[in-house]
């Protein structure tokens, strides 16, 4: 209900504390939030219809591209559905190699998350701690795949690149430094007081909660649910490691932090078995140009929850129909109930808390024609008019309170 | 048996009409084509009744002469089922889901944006993920949807 003290206040899509674009609005009564109006879509970018105009090879890269940080996630879960339709055994060399960086992907995931979380509450040496560990990882990535974020490793088939004994044992070193600074990690978010009191009991997602709105990744495990994809549908080479599935009870950002830091030594564990059992055998198959009519649901947990993708083959060089569903889009309903009731500034440690990535979600039309005559140049005028004519037709004016307090 | 088999079976012996609909592709990947009139019904019985408790996502498909709409379900043996029910091109239509799952909110909207299914039963709300501004009678994900002259 809204009553006479409610104030109503526009966060995004560009504000400083959120870090892609996306629409709150916001009901305060006090410092209390009361209802919340999430608007997402800024990012979309029309893959899917660009997907359906391409050869299943131009998707790889494409798709490479939904995200930045899990690049590798949607590109493996992409490959793996066009395999299946085409019936192509790709190997357990390239499964292991698909693996393996799947797993230093989420290592460089979690540990740039632990400096964001660590940013969002004023605590700027984790930030700076992990970020400068995490280089460690961004390089061993680099050295493997000859790029940083975007790997392009995958191909329908298989894997482009192969890994050396020496490119082993580099990764070896590089595991073993980040897992000793991982335990310091863990010992600063169970032990250190101010992160405990800062994160605990906020942005609370009871495990009702989260079983209903549909939780996934670590947003539900830090809740109690033991869902993940690695262990329930494995893919890769999933079903011949040995991992845990790290759950929490306390269901709120500091059971999520918990989850995560514990999750990297998971993933250490998985990539020291990689690299010792790794087998012999080609890195890739060939396949046709000409994927045959089919359809295949693919999974794959990226290091923010379940990445689902569909892919239609209707026979000839390009798909039908792609879809993806990224985790983000799965979290968003928990975040709004996240917040309900809650306190304002809590709201950018809450929102990153589910490790959001607006990429991802919006993913999705070439709004432009380049080769179009119309082009014209905005001035910086029309471009501040323009925000603040959107502004109030979302209901938010503030004519009236800048006649009064600021603009003459 | 094998689990999804014990899925198949079960499934057609509670709804004749999916006998010879239900196809297991491969290990825990199961796929069900099920008419229009009966897709409510049975994606509940899935939910309530063979613990299929997580909407995994919605996908919406323009065949030019039928839109399709297919439902991924999974349950907690990383089991997926995708229920798929063709509705008609001219008045594409479907009724929400939303009293089973809240999450297939965004889902939904999505079927209305990208490909103009109307949802019935969804909630008023702010659309998704197309701007505010955008024509509401263009649907980028239909086949015959180009771009036009900015």
């Known amino acids: 209900m809204h009553n006479s003290h409610d104030v109503q206040v526009p966060l995004g899509p560009q504000h400083p504390a959120l870090k892609e674009p996306e629409s709150f609005l916001i009901t305060l009564r006090g410092e209390k939030i009361t209802a919340i109006n999430i608007k997402l879509g800024y990012n979309h970018r029309g893959i899917e219809k660009a997907c359906e105009e391409r050869t299943y090879t131009q998707d790889v890269y494409l798709i490479e591209r939904i995200c930045g940080i899990c690049s590798h996630s949607h590109s493996t879960c992409f490959v793996q559905a066009v395999e299946e339709i085409a019936s192509i055994d790709i190997g357990m060399r390239a499964k292991y190699i698909r693996t393996l960086i799947a797993e230093l992907e989420r290592v460089h995931s979690h540990l740039l998350w632990l400096g964001v979380a660590g940013h969002e509450i004023g605590f700027d040496t984790l930030l700076m701690y992990t970020w400068r560990d995490r280089e460690v990882v961004m390089d061993l990535l680099a050295t493997l795949t000859g790029n940083r974020v975007n ?40 032990q250190e007081t101010t992160i405990i009191k800062r994160l605990s009991g906020v942005g609370v997602l009871s495990k009702e909660d ?56 998971e993933s250490y564990k998985m990539i020291r078995q990689i690299i010792k059992n790794i087998p012999e055998g080609p890195i890739s198959v060939k396949v046709p140009r000409k994927i045959p009519a089919g359809e295949a649901l693919s ?110 | 048996m094998q689990t999804e ?64 709409v297919i439902y991924h379900l999974s349950n907690d043996s990383g089991i997926v089922i995708s229920l798929k029910t063709n509705i008609s091109h001219e008045d594409p239509r479907i009724r929400s889901v939303m009293s089973f799952f809240p999450n297939a909110e965004m889902y939904e909207r999505e079927l209305d944006d990208l490909l103009g299914i109307k949802v019935e039963g969804l909630p008023d709300g702010r659309r998704y993920p197309l701007p505010d501004d955008w024509p509401t009678d263009e649907h980028p994900l239909r086949k015959d949807w180009r771009p036009k002259d900015a």
Not at chain 2, 27 to 53: I, N, T
């Open chain 1, 299 to 408: 999974r794959y947990e990226a290091p923010r929850g379940e990445d689902v993708h569909y892919v239609k083959a209707n026979g000839t060089e390009k798909p039908e129909r792609v879809k993806v569903r990224a985790p983000t889009l799965a979290n968003i309903q928990s975040v709004a109930k996240m917040l309900e009731d809650r306190y304002l500034a809590d709201m950018p440690i809450v929102i990153a808390a589910i490790d959001p990535c607006f990429s991802c979600t919006d993913r999705l039309i070439s709004l432009r024609n380049y080769k179009s005559k119309n082009k014209k140049i905005v001035t910086w005028d029309k471009v501040r008019l323009a925000g603040i004519n959107w502004y109030s037709k979302q209901g938010v004016d503030f004519t009236k309170l800048n006649k009064k307090f600021l603009i003459p």
């Open chain 1, 210 to 265: 989260a079983l209903r709105l549909g939780a996934v990744g670590p947003t539900a495990r830090a809740s109690g649910i033991k869902r993940d994809v690695r262990k329930d549908d494995p893919y890769a080479a999933y079903s011949e490691l040995d991992f845990k599935v790290i759950t929490d009870d306390h269901a709120d950002v500091y059971g999520r932090t918990v989850v995560r830091v514990l999750e990297l030594m």
């Open chain 1, 151 to 190: 790997y392009g490793i995958n191909t329908i088939g298989g894997v482009r690149r192969d890994i050396s004994k020496e490119q082993g044992k580099e990764i070896l070193k590089g595991v073993d430094l980040l897992e000793e600074r991982t335990k310091y990690y863990i010992k600063i978010a169970t």
């Open chain 2, 5 to 68: 088999e014990k899925i198949k079976l079960e499934l057609e012996n509670k709804f004749p009409f999916l006998k010879d609909a239900v196809m297991i592709r491969r290990q825990r990947r199961l796929f069900a084509d099920v008419p229009q009139d009966k897709v409510y019904e049975v994606f509940g019985y899935l939910k309530e009744q063979m613990q299929f408790v997580v909407l995994s996502a919605i996908t919406g498909l323009d065949q030019l002469q039928n839109f399709a």
